[in-house]
């Protein structure tokens, strides 16, 4: 057992989930305020994300990132960065063969850890010049680019987490529509 009884979330993932004022930062601070308002637990956060790491990256740092800190919830954010390897190699089978082996391994060594899949949507707005992850998208070369992501790669993910029972947080959808304004 862990000296503290501070439930601790780990945010695992790419660049989007390592941003400092992202999504992560956000929703812990939310979730604190939300878990106990009016005492002064607060929640352990770990952060273990660099930018362009996706599953198959993470599948063999599962130990170090996510294992050795025994986290509660672990929210796992490599939608993007799938779609990333799905556009430069389409190999669909080998992204969730890895996904999938985090699942498990994360099972076996913590059965109590709750996974939760988070979807980012990847911003389809800005100029190829300010692009970034695998040439194929940060050059415009790739047609319908943004359907690997926000559908394909989201594909995969939905499937191993409803064959493992994980709960998933979606927000291309409540995103995609919303002007560059709001999403800058």
């Known amino acids: 057992g862990r000296a503290t009884c501070k439930p601790r979330l ?3 993932g790419g660049s989007i989930t390592a941003q400092r004022d992202g999504w992560k930062n956000r929703v812990h601070s939310w979730l604190t305020h939300e878990y106990r308002p009016n005492e002064n637990v607060g929640l352990e956060q770990v952060n273990v994300a660099v930018g362009n790491v996706g599953s198959k990256v993470i599948s063999f740092l599962t130990d170090e990132w996510i294992i050795e800190h025994a986290p509660d919830i672990v929210f796992l954010e490599t939608v993007v960065n799938d779609g990333d390897s799905l ?3 389409g190999d669909s089978a080998n992204v969730r063969r890895a996904l999938e082996g985090i699942v498990r391994r994360v ?3 913590l059965p109590r850890t709750e996974i939760v899949f988070v979807y980012m949507l990847l911003r389809g707005d800005v ?3 300010r692009r970034t992850g695998t040439k194929a998208w940060a050059d415009g ?17 939905e ?3 409803e064959h493992y029972g994980c709960p998933s947080i979606n927000v291309i ?9 709001v999403l800058d």
């Open 87 to 89: 556009l430069e190699d």
């Open 107 to 109: 099972r076996t060594k």
């Open 173 to 181: 959808g409540a995103l995609k529509w919303a002007p560059s304004t």
């Open 10 to 12: 780990a945010y695992v």
């Open 127 to 129: 100029p190829t010049n």
């Open 141 to 157: 070369g790739v047609g319908d680019a943004l359907c690997l992501y926000h559908r394909d790669a989201v594909a995969i993910h």
């Open 159 to 161: 499937a191993v987490a």
